[in-house]
């Protein structure tokens, strides 16, 4: 029977970072306190939490102390110590399991459960050396894109090969762990659903986002994605396969490649609060972030509904001080910043969400804006 967290109650988070940051919020309106496990003093989350843990992931005297403060655990990333987490799963209620970490942070074992749940994916082989992946990249052909299977985000830890002769590009990437060689899929849209589960397999799917990258960085969610009703059904659908056969409970988000023919292909798992979900926040009657905390906490879930056509901007380091000096221009626009000391070139600072009736008319506001021009 699922355990029901109630308000008043303490939910641990392991990782202090925006997506804490933004789950804590969510579980404070509720009433819940909050405790944060961060290496960090000044961590976004840490700024909002009842408690704070300063320490690295995988201190096992941190992990303890989370396990005695917390009624519940949960975790904003992904890449955390796996054999810590499940040590805290034996002495705390960790409700997402160990299990589901181990999976989505090995693109190896990533790509299998989403192949035995019956859901497409790219063509691809598995090398554990760069000899392996000579030896066997004829089976995929090209272009393909060459990617590690541990670590990597933003675009790091791949590289892209369009021939033969592009193969020692790929060499370094061994250094780090075995690699995954996906076949290039020609993809006329990159989406995302963040599908969310409780613990009686009570599951929604947030409304389907059209995701815009610039320089392997999310620059904007467009909801609803501007695809088929068909294809969105079908996206819902692979999601909502994928979080049963790996029976999360928790968020998972799933990001997905749509074809010409509107068909679509699985493309990465994160089992967490999403970046392309932020919109949620303003747009839908249940965020991505509430949800999550209902999911944990053992409560039933809401249906989401989207309550406008929305665009979600990711505001990085170089867009802060332009964004600063001319939000008051937009009243319609929602800004979020996460609390990070420091704006870095690139770095994830905040975002702005946009809720519109004329979805052509803000992307051109957004541009003319200057806020994000390159």
């Not at 035995?116 to 066997?136: I, K, Q, R, S």
């Not at 320089?215 to 909502?240: C, G, N, Q």
């Not at 332009?322 to 939000?327: E, K």
């Not at 008051?328 to 990070?340: E, I, M, Q, R, T």
């Amino acid at each position: 029977m699922t355990k029901i967290i109630y308000p008043g109650q303490t939910i641990g988070i392991i990782g202090g970072g925006q997506l804490g940051r933004m789950m804590a919020l969510a579980a404070k309106e509720a009433g819940y306190k909050i405790a944060v496990l961060e290496p960090s003093m000044d961590s976004p989350c840490g700024q909002v939490a009842d408690i704070r843990i300063v320490a690295p992931y995988d201190d096992e005297s941190a992990l303890e102390e989370l396990a005695e403060v917390s009624d519940v655990i949960t975790y904003e990333f992904e890449n955390i110590d796996y054999d810590g987490l499940k040590r805290l799963t034996q002495m705390a209620y960790v409700p997402q399991g160990a299990e589901l970490v181990r999976i989505t942070q090995n693109r190896v074992t990533e790509k299998a459960a989403i192949v035995n749940a019956g859901c497409p994916v790219a063509p691809y082989v598995v090398a554990g050396t760069y000899e392996e992946l000579v030896d066997n990249i004829d089976t995929i052909g090209y272009p393909c894109i060459v990617k590690t299977a541990r670590g990597g985000y933003d675009g790091k830890g791949q590289q892209l090969l369009k021939s033969a002769v592009d193969l020692p590009l790929a060499e370094g990437l061994f250094a780090h762990s075995q690699c995954i060689a996906e076949g290039f899929v020609p993809f006329v849209k990159e989406v995302s659903v963040i599908v969310q589960r409780n613990g009686d397999g009570q599951s929604y799917c947030q409304p389907v986002g059209e995701n815009i990258h610039v320089h392997h960085i999310l620059h904007e969610t467009i909801v609803p994605a501007r695809i088929k009703d068909e294809t969105a059904l079908a996206a819902e659908s692979e999601a909502l396969k994928i979080a049963d056969y790996l029976n999360l409970v928790g968020t998972l988000a799933v990001e997905m490649f749509v074809l010409a023919d509107g068909g679509i292909i699985i493309n990465e798992l994160a089992p967490r609060p999403h970046n392309s979900g932020h919109f949620s926040i303003e747009a839908c009657n249940v965020s991505q972030f509430h949800q999550h905390i209902r999911a944990v906490c053992g409560w039933p879930l809401r249906k989401p509904q989207l309550w406008a056509s929305t665009i979600m901007v990711n505001v990085l380091g170089q867009h802060v001080m332009p964004l600063s000096n001319s939000i008051a221009k937009y009243p319609d626009w929602s800004l979020h910043l996460y609390g990070k000391a420091e704006a870095k070139v690139n770095r994830k600072m905040g975002h702005v969400t946009i809720m519109t009736k004329d979805l052509d008319h803000t992307l051109k506001e957004i541009e003319h804006s200057g806020i994000w021009s390159e």
